[in-house]
C-alpha cells in the first residue's frame, strides 16, 4: 500500500518562509512524477508544482513560480516544497500526488494515482 504523508504545514505572517515535506513509502515505491497541489475553501484543487524522480526536471505554476521551489530527497524518498515570500492567497491545504502521468507537466489532479492527506498552510497579514 503507497502511502504519501506530509508534513511542514502552519501559520506564518506574509513574506515568510515554509517548507513541506512528503514522505512517499513504502522505500521501494519510486512514482515517476511527484507533485504539490492545493487547495482553498470554496475552490476547486489547483497545481503548484511537479518534479520528475529521475531527472530532477521542475515545473511551477505561474502564480509561485520565483517563490517556492520542488526538490527531491532520492535517500528518503520525499520530495519537499520549500515556499518563500508566501503572500494571503497561499492560504489552502496543500496535497501531495505521486503518479506516471504521461503529459508534462500534469497539472490535473486526475493524473495522478496516490494522495497525501494534506497539511494546512495559513498565510496571516
Known amino acids: 500500500q503507497v502511502q504519501l504523508v506530509e508534513s511542514g504545514g502552519g501559520l506564518v505572517q506574509a513574506g515568510g518562509s515554509l517548507r513541506l515535506s512528503c514522505a512517499a513509502s513504502p522505500l521501494t515505491y519510486i512514482a515517476p512524477t511527484m507533485a504539490w497541489f492545493r487547495q482553498a475553501p470554496g475552490k476547486e484543487r489547483e497545481f503548484v508544482a511537479v518534479?520528475?524522480?529521475?531527472?530532477?526536471?521542475?515545473a511551477y505554476a505561474d502564480s509561485v513560480k520565483g517563490r517556492f521551489t520542488i526538490s527531491r530527497d532520492i535517500a528518503k524518498n520525499t520530495v519537499l516544497l520549500q515556499m518563500n515570500s508566501l503572500k494571503l492567497e497561499d492560504t489552502a491545504v496543500y496535497y501531495c500526488?505521486?503518479?506516471?502521468?504521461?503529459?508534462?507537466?500534469?497539472?490535473?489532479?486526475?493524473?495522478?494515482?496516490?494522495w497525501g492527506q494534506g497539511t494546512q498552510v495559513t498565510v496571516s497579514s
Open positions: 518534479i520528475r524522480w529521475s531527472s530532477g526536471t521542475t
Open positions: 500526488a505521486a503518479g506516471r502521468p504521461v503529459q508534462w507537466p500534469a497539472t490535473m489532479p486526475h493524473a495522478y494515482d496516490y
